[in-house]
């Protein structure tokens, strides 16, 4: 895990589900972090993390009193005041569009469905992944979301498919990254870049990256 001279990541927990709060407090524990604070509501996570000034946060956006947006409040918050705090957001609804201005543009910020938490490996490594800078926002539910605004945009053509592969495109992941992640062989994932590349219409040219032009159009098309 990422960790400062050798020390182990330390981590606030935000999560009014107290089972699923001490579940995750011992996997991350087990898995070399420690975890400084723990708490129930919006309030208690700001003032934990202005207290311990942890390297990570994992906060639930739906917390008491109302269970709406409280904890991404709270991330917006903390965002403002310390800027180096990674931050890990967790749901159990669809709620990307709301989480956007947090999202947009920031490093250090994931966005996880909690129902798509299915390995502990997996999520290990996106724990370590925002905590070293990194930024991960779960692909469907970015898919839902865009296909949920239904606006004429340039990633209309794109099929399904094709829309996997480009937001996976927009985390850094080469082409056999894709194919581990999606479950599909490297030469698959070649055949759908081609086709985004062409239904982008992104011509070939020597002064230019059309994958890095493809990500773009994905990041002004989305934002």
């Known amino acids: 895990m990422s960790a400062v001279d050798g020390a182990p990541l330390r981590v606030v927990l935000a999560d009014d589900d107290v089972l699923l709060r001490e579940g995750l407090a011992s996997l991350l524990t087990r898995s070399g972090c420690e975890v400084v604070g723990q708490a129930g509501d919006a309030d208690a996570l700001v003032t934990l993390v202005r207290h311990h000034r942890p390297q990570l946060a994992i906060i639930d956006i739906r917390m008491p009193p109302t269970h709406s947006a409280e904890g991404l409040d709270a991330a917006l918050q903390i965002r403002r005041e310390l800027p180096d705090v990674a931050m890990l957001l967790l749901s159990a ?52 979301w865009v296909s949920a605004r239904r606006r004429a945009d340039p990633l209309a053509p794109l099929s399904e498919r094709e829309r996997e592969v480009l937001v996976l495109m927009t985390e850094g992941l080469s082409n056999s990254g894709i194919g581990r992640r999606l479950w599909i062989t490297e030469g698959t994932v070649e055949k759908h870049v081609r086709n985004i590349l062409s239904k982008l219409d992104l011509a070939d040219s020597a002064d230019d990256h059309r994958r890095v032009r493809a990500v773009i159009t994905y990041l002004d098309a989305t934002t």
């Open 93 to 144: 609804h669809v709620e990307v569009e709301h989480a956007l201005e947090l999202l947009d543009g920031s490093s250090g910020i994931g966005y996880l469905l909690k129902s798509r938490v299915t390995d502990v490996t997996d999520f290990v490594e996106k724990v370590r992944c925002i905590a070293d800078g990194g930024s991960f926002i779960d692909p469907p539910r970015v898919l839902a």
